[in-house]
Nanobody
Framework: QLQLVESGGGLVQPGGSLRLSCTAADTSLDYYAIGWFRQAPGKEREGVACISGPGTSTEYADSVKGRFTIHRDSGANRVHLWMNIVKPEDTAVYYC?????????????????WGQGTQVTVSS
């Protein structure tokens, strides 16, 4: 069973930046499509971004286009989510998910392996 671990969450001011990372011990993520999702209190889980496996094809939710970037660092076996110009509405628990497939989609049903999540709070 693939075990994913997220890191990099925390408190950030509006307009600031944050980098989240997703990694797996003992398994290369190169051939996995990786998705980042988020869930705010009282709201449904939302797809934020994904990257194909392998390759660099990406997809973003409209709410984060132009602000967030998903990037695969194969050498470090990590997939990063760069969050720029963050807004209070970006506050949520962020999860990474993986599925051994080429195509990436920002739909939770497409992924079997999930991390435990990392909290991101955007506040002044």
């Amino acid at each position: 069973q693939l075990q994913l671990v997220e890191s990099g969450g925390g408190l950030v001011q509006p307009g600031g930046s944050l980098r989240l990372s997703c990694t797996a011990a003992d398994t290369s993520l190169d051939y996995y499509a990786i998705g980042w999702f988020r869930q705010a209190p009282g709201k449904e889980r939302e797809g934020v971004a994904c990257i194909s496996g392998p390759g660099t094809s990406t997809e973003y939710a409209d709410s984060v286009k132009g602000r967030f970037t998903i990037h695969r660092d194969s050498g470090a076996n990590r997939v990063h989510l760069w969050m720029n110009i963050v807004k209070p509405e970006d506050t949520a628990v962020y999860y990474c998910a993986a599925e051994r497939q080429a195509i990436c989609v920002t739909r939770a049903w497409a992924y079997d392996a999930w991390g435990q999540g990392t909290q991101v709070t955007v506040s002044s």
